[in-house]
């Protein structure tokens, strides 16, 4: 007989060097292109689960409050697969909990649905490899495929359900690069990524882009892998530009960036133009994530918390991914 | 023997409701697709040009500045031409002024070149067709092809020179649509236009977009035909947002619009929500350009001039194009 334990885990969020946008699979989140990312130490999501014997319904609770409806369902459906592949039917109770305002506009699906992952799967007595993890992380939300990674991570697109994951690119150390998250915004986006992504299609160019993406994402791997600051710092902005493309041609258009993104974008390109490099990236919402290495880390955060329209900024650097907590939150 | 006399002309800018992006024919300026525009009763060039047989050089004075370099080359070009037509060889003076400052950000070669169209082969004694006028025009700068017609006009993009010209879609009281020209820069632009056009053509979206433009200038044309704002607005910024992506996807990126110009972009959609309706539309420059009707004028025009950044703005509508003035400038 499986034991069924208390088990938590903690996963960073990541940021997107190469986004997923736009599904094959809507259902099971099958990307139509491979993407790239680093993950967020200081942006944590710690997840406890519990699958207990004497609960009636699962019991979600996110940030302290039980949530009902759609945020519910979601979580649920990645409990029915743990019990599935753990062949039990015992409800589980789970909480959990950000260490970065959830209106910060940094997505938390990706560390939340990661440690999710792992908490569950381990509590219903399941060992996951890597793999599996990446798996199972990726149906509760794509983009979590990426966080169970340490450091620099490629999610391969795959197919089918079971060839669609994650592997690592390179170790945290591998090079010093910095996210510095800067918030501009922390109203909840008019769009979400969901409709984002079902809207990509819409858009006369979306086929073009994924011929882009091609060459682009070997071309940005290679730079990473050079630690060519230059091109690697071009190609992300342009792939950054080309996903808020998509969605401004999308039919009707989004609009996830604002009048201070753009200025943050402007004083980037101002401050490379002094040597002190640091290269934007944007996901589906106004706040910038700002590339560069730890030796520009302390000039550019200095430089972009004057820009009118900045509330803050986090700095990130890529770590560990997914793994076991002591923090139970219950 | 032709009489050589003192002629001026007056001819309004114009504001494209489908843009002139990329030429097929750099030297010739024929475009890859057909252009929609209305002409601005408030930003004119006026230009007087006299062929005089005591002249050594053509003399070209611009704002009461004589100019050599590139900027009398392309006068001296149109100048030829002329001569050639007239079987002349005598030399000219040209004087030319704004009545709208340089520095608007409201481009003035298409105003200023059909001016110069029109003084130029008057005083050559030449009689031109609108249609040759507005070919001599373009010769000069694409998008002065449609200065010359009044009210709404469109550039049929033709594929030789002499079957490149604009013709009048409606007369000028036909819509009582506007132009409230948002001044929000009054910097020199990074890139010209010419750049632009010269660049559009390594966006990897250069090719879908002349498919997309196909239905969607027919479209735009139906809708200001039926005087449809809804959908004409929303093809408008559609077109917009597309040149912007053109131009941002160009390589390297072409950057026109800054902070402020979104900011605009954002108080016009908040705006509709409340029914009043304004559309934007941006050329190769941050500037805004808010389409709407004269019954909201007033309400966008008192609101926008409160977005910080905004420096001005200069109220337009449909007016007469290209025609003859007695305001002689020398």
Redesign the interface.
Known sequence: MIELTKKSATSPANIAFIKYWGKKNSKLNIPYNNSISMNLDSCLTTTTVHFMDNLKEDEVVIDCKKVEGEARNRVVRILDIVRTWAKIKTKAKVSSINNFPSDAGVASSASAFSALALAASSSAGLKLSKKKLSILARLGSGSASRSVISGFSEWKKGSTTNDSYAVQIEKPSYWDLRDIVTIVSSEKKEKSSTEGHGAALTS??FK??Q??LISRTNNLKKAFLRKDIDTFG?LL??ET??LH?IA??SK??I?Y???????VM?VLRELRVKGIKGYYTMDAGPNVHIICRQKDVDIINKTIKRVPGVKSTIINKARVGTRFSNNHLF
Chains 1, 2 share one sequence.
Do not use: G, H, I, V
């Open positions: 006369p160019y073009e882009r011929k882009e071009k902005e342009e530009l080309d493309l401004m041609t009707p258009p609009f960036l604002n009048s201070t993104t753009f200025a402007q």
